[in-house]
């Protein structure tokens, strides 16, 4: 299923011969961390990655550039299929010069792309993102449970923790830098728990 969408979107978006043949696409977090030498947010339903073309120690040869995409395999077949459009769209606009950042899955011009792409809404694409995520965040807390919720004794706000922190640490929200005024401290709550 997944060839056939990776065939299907790379058609729509006109990703050449030529760049598909320098793209690796696995669905192991592990070996995808090979490849980039960075480990995946546990959040994260695909990645994509571009790594450029190295010199190697002739300067008459050149390793090519390559296209490396992570798609988390234990989706719904439909978030499936939007999240291979959607690594693609990364692929493209690397491909046609343009590479873009997220400033808000879902809601910025990534997601409008994505919509037309695929066809699908985009109140349908934030469902799928809001379903797929909530269900990554129940399978975080059952290999890592909220232990510590700290608290801010100035404006009250609350940071669930699963560790404690190494050392004082104060409200982002107070003060950007460190303020000891503003110094988190665990909640009764926590302790009870």
Request: aromatic share 8%; charged share 25%; glycine share 4%.
């Amino acid at each position: 299923m997944i060839e056939r969408w990776l065939i299907y979107y790379a058609q729509k978006l006109q990703l050449s011969e030529h760049e598909l043949r320098l793209l690796a696409m696995t669905q192991d977090r592990q070996e995808f961390a090979r490849w980039t030498g960075k480990r995946l947010n546990i959040m994260a339903l695909g990645c994509y990655c571009y790594l450029p073309a190295r010199k190697s120690r002739s300067q008459h040869e050149q390793s090519s550039h390559r296209h490396l995409i992570f798609i988390e395999p234990d989706m719904q077949p439909i978030s499936l299929e939007v999240t291979i459009a959607h690594e693609l769209i990364h692929m493209a606009d690397r491909v046609n010069g343009t590479p873009r950042r997220h400033r808000h899955h879902g809601y910025d011009a990534i997601a409008v792309d994505e919509a037309a792409v695929t066809g699908y809404s985009m109140e349908e694409l934030r469902v799928l993102l809001l379903q797929e995520s909530e269900r990554r965040e129940r399978i975080r807390r059952s290999r890592r449970p909220i232990r510590y919720i700290y608290e801010c004794p100035h404006c009250g706000k609350s940071y669930p923790r699963t560790r404690k922190y190494s050392q004082a640490v104060s409200c982002s929200s107070c003060d950007r830098s460190y303020n000891p005024q503003f110094r988190l401290f665990i909640s009764k709550s926590a302790e009870a728990q």
